[in-house]
């Protein structure tokens, strides 16, 4: 019950991020609530391709769907009032990746996977929806370029297995493993914290 | 029989679409190809990866490769004449994206997927050839921009499943959801119709 | 043994190309990761998940992930030395695509699909890293433009089953249709062959 209203805030963090880069591109409604969705489902629905779960997890229950369309309504409605908001949805989308990271992992373990597998699909299930949105508006994809993102799924998918010797109540670990991710991109944002650019400078 | 060859006029105008769209980019003649056959089978080709109907579609029946093949073929050595033919595509393309529209419904009602999901799988079948083409030649996918497209599917989607409570005749209920996206493609084209956009405007 | 080295060899040159266009586009280290891992693997997994074979290639063999991890890790740490490496790095990849193109070819027979799916698949498998690497670092896929890249798994499919008329021995075959792969892809680089483009020109 707590877990799926967590989910449900973290879904409607990531279709209203969705919306806002749609509404700056000038898309029409359709492409709007198009890139809403795909924010929000994009990568749990790759994580179920890959590992071969299908009929995807939103074609099986309807809340996604749901929150997602109201979601990107008021988005729509209220956009000149979205800023005074900024604060709560980037709180709502760090939750959801803490959350989305946990899930990911739960899903490959399902699957028997290998614990680096695992955390791949947590960090994937985190941070797709964002590259599939990125890629649709004809951008190169923001947590490609900066700020620790994928990074603090990572090492929140790691802790996870580390604790995995400890601890044996699986819902503790998934409550601390998503902390992990949460406390890290908080910390992040912060004190401004980026992952050092690679670009190769000729001599 | 009847449905068939309106399944291949409708491949046939995808793929000539696609092939005018690369020929515009200066791709090659393998990058022509590929452009018209993922204009064709794109959006059927992502509704079996995410219902899991593997292998998918084109995989199974060579008649779309075959005629993609041709239609490209085709394009590509009368590129200059067809601006004469542009009415007849634009009829071919109105009438693929009502046949595909129902395809993808009855797709999803064999999977027992709720009639939200069918209607959202039809109008995929319908619409995402055309954005994966836009994203491969690196352009903002047009649907979400502009012009009544994927809104003439769902609306011709949400027909079917009304009609489904007073006709028990599935093949009435495929013509019938077909024609509605058709006519309202026409009429959108012919009187100009497009959705609002969403722009923000900053104050 | 002797296959699974050049496996490898082709996934290393794969990886370093990707490093080399994600540096370039002044990418993160995260972001360089993900490119290399992409433009390694993106081929195959996209056959994988259109034939159903998941989990894909990659989860359940984690020889991939550590030879892509350490590629990934010598082309960033080695990023200034690596033109001296040019011609290695271009042979690599072109025993890659023979070798790819091979084992797609394998994988489609093995799932009874038409031989003419199975050079697709093949081709995919040899091709379809770079493009996914090219849209996600927003450009339009370099194998869409130039060079016969593509069509030499085409032509080295082609000769597969050709062969298959008069060849018994699978492993003998697998050899041969790389070879004629590598082969047509070094002499159109030595001689500078490219497809016709088919630019229209408006008179």
Redesign the interface.
Known sequence: MFIQTIDILGTIAFAISGV?V???????????F??AFVTAVGGG?LRD????A???FW?KD?TF?SVISLAALFA?LF??YLKHLRRSLFLFDTIGIGLYTVIGIEKGLN?E??P??CI?LGTMSACFGG?IRD???????V????EVY??ACIVGGLSYFLMLEFLENRNYLFLIAGAVVITIRLLAVIFKL???????HE?
Chains 1, 2, 3 share one sequence.
Do not use: Q, W
């Not at 749609?22 to 709007?32: I, L, P, S, W």
């Not at 980026?194 to 190769?200: G, H, I, N, W």
């Open positions: 806002l749609a509404m700056n591109k000038k898309m029409d409604a359709f492409g709007v198009i890139i629905t391709v890959l590992i071969g299908t009929p995807v074609m309807m769907i729509v956009r000149n699957a996977l290998h680096i597998i791949i590259v890629i649709l508006c004809n951008e190169i994809p947590i490609f370029r900066k994928a990074t980026k992952l050092p650019s690679l670009y190769k001599v």
